[in-house]
C-alpha cells in the first residue's frame, strides 16, 4: 500500500460543492460501506437494495432488481444472467421518481461486473431523464491497490480527501501486521482455490488472488486482475489445492450451505487434499466479492489464520462468517 508514503495526486473533474450539502447516492455495496467506514454518510442520502446494514435501513433504495426476493439455485442464477447479458438487457432498474426527489450531486457507480451490481451505462441511461444532472463517477477497481485508490477517489469527491488517509493507513497496519508475522516464521506458501460460484464452477479474479497472497497462499486457478471464469472440475481435481475456500459471490452462508452439496457429490470429491485435510470451508462473500477495503482486509486476516492456523486465529467478530464443512457436523469455527 506505498500510497500511505508517498503523495498521491488525483486528477479528478468534480464540480466544486461544499461537503456540508453534497448529496450522493451510491449504486454499489462496496462504495457504500466504504462511505460508512469513513463516518461520510451523512452525505449519502440513496442505495441499492443489496447496499449493507445500516445504510439499507436508514437511506432511501433506488436501486433494484427483477430477482429480488426470489430464490434462484446458482445454475439457475447463472443461466439468467448469462441470458440477460446475451440480449444485451439489464436485471437491474431504476426507481426515478425516487432519483428525481432526491436530486443527488453524484452518484457513485460500476463497471467491474453487470452482473453484481447495476452499471454506468444503464445508470446513465435513467440519469438523462433528470432535471439535475448528477455526476457520474464509476468505480472499477481490478485489483486490491485499486480498491484501496477507490476509498480516495470516494473521499475527494465528497470533499473529505484526508479522512481516506486516516482510514487507510489504520488498514495498512492490520496488514502488516499479517506480512510481518508470515515472515518471522517463514511459513511457505499454501496452494489454495478461492471459489467465486458453485454451479458451474468460477474460480476467483480481480482483486482476490492479491488477498490470497498476503494471508499467505497461491491460487493457481485464479485469474489476478481479471474476470472469474468457469474452470473445469477436471482442472481442479489436478490441480490438488491443500486448502479450499467456497464463497460465492452474493451468497451468505446459509444460502452457498444450501448448494454446497453440488461440490461434495462431485467425482472425485474425496481425493482433493483440502478435503482430507479437512480445510474445506464456506465463507460469506462480502469478505471478496463487492467488497470494501476494510472487508477485504477482514477477507486477509481470516485467510491468514484458514492457510496457516498454528500462528493465526480468526478475529472474534469475523468467526460467524466462515463454516469448515469438512468436519463431522458442519460448525462455525471456534
Known amino acids: 500500500m506505498n500510497w500511505i508514503y508517498r503523495k498521491i495526486v488525483i486528477i479528478l473533474y468534480f464540480k466544486k460543492i461544499p461537503a456540508q450539502i453534497m448529496k450522493a447516492c451510491s449504486f454499489l455495496p462496496a462504495a457504500t460501506k466504504m462511505i460508512y467506514d469513513m463516518h461520510l454518510d451523512r452525505l449519502l442520502h440513496g442505495v441499492t437494495f443489496e447496499c449493507p446494514l445500516p445504510s439499507v435501513a436508514e437511506k432511501a433504495k433506488v436501486v433494484r432488481c427483477v430477482l429480488e426476493g426470489k430464490n434462484y439455485t446458482s445454475q439457475e442464477i447463472d443461466k439468467i444472467f448469462s441470458a440477460s447479458k446475451a440480449q444485451g438487457k439489464s436485471l437491474y432498474y431504476i426507481d426515478e421518481d425516487l432519483l428525481e426527489e432526491i436530486a443527488p450531486d453524484i452518484i457513485f457507480t460500476q463497471d467491474v461486473c453487470e452482473i453484481c451490481q447495476i452499471d454506468t451505462v444503464c445508470t446513465a441511461a435513467a440519469v438523462a431523464k433528470l432535471k439535475k444532472q448528477p455526476q457520474l463517477i464509476s468505480l472499477s477497481p481490478q485489483n486490491l491497490e485499486d480498491v484501496y485508490q477507490t476509498a480516495i477517489t470516494i473521499a475527494t469527491a465528497l470533499g473529505e480527501e484526508e479522512v481516506a ?90 444460502r452457498s450451505l444450501e448448494e454446497v452439496d453440488l461440490l461434495t457429490n462431485k467425482k472425485g470429491w474425496e481425493q482433493i487434499l483440502a478435503v482430507q485435510n479437512r480445510q474445506v470451508y464456506v465463507a460469506d462473500y462480502d469478505l471478496f466479492t463487492q467488497p470494501s477495503a476494510s472487508t477485504l482486509v477482514d477477507g486477509i486476516e481470516m485467510l491468514a489464520a484458514l492457510f496457516h492456523p498454528t500462528i493465526f486465529e480468526i478475529p472474534a467478530q469475523l468467526k460467524h462468517k466462515c463454516i469448515n464443512i469438512t468436519k463431522q457436523s458442519a460448525h462455525a469455527i471456534t
Not at 478461492?194 to 494471508?215: D, K, S, T
Not at 485469474?223 to 490441480?239: E, F, H, R
Open 165 to 254: 488517509y486516516r482510514y487507510l493507513s489504520t488498514l495498512q497496519k492490520r496488514t502488516d501486521t499479517i506480512l510481518d508475522k508470515l515472515r518471522a516464521h517463514r511459513m511457505p506458501l499454501k496452494r489454495v482455490m478461492v471459489m467465486e460460484w458453485i454451479e458451474p464452477v468460477y474460480n476467483c479474479g480481480h482483486w482476490i488472488p492479491f488477498q490470497i497472497a498476503m494471508a499467505g497462499g497461491i491460487d493457481m486457478l485464479s485469474n489476478p486482475a481479471g474476470d472469474s471464469i468457469v474452470t473445469p472440475w477436471d482442472k481442479i481435481l489436478k490441480y490438488n489445492p491443500e486448502v479450499l475456500v467456497i464463497a460465492p459471490c452474493g451468497f451468505e452462508l446459509k
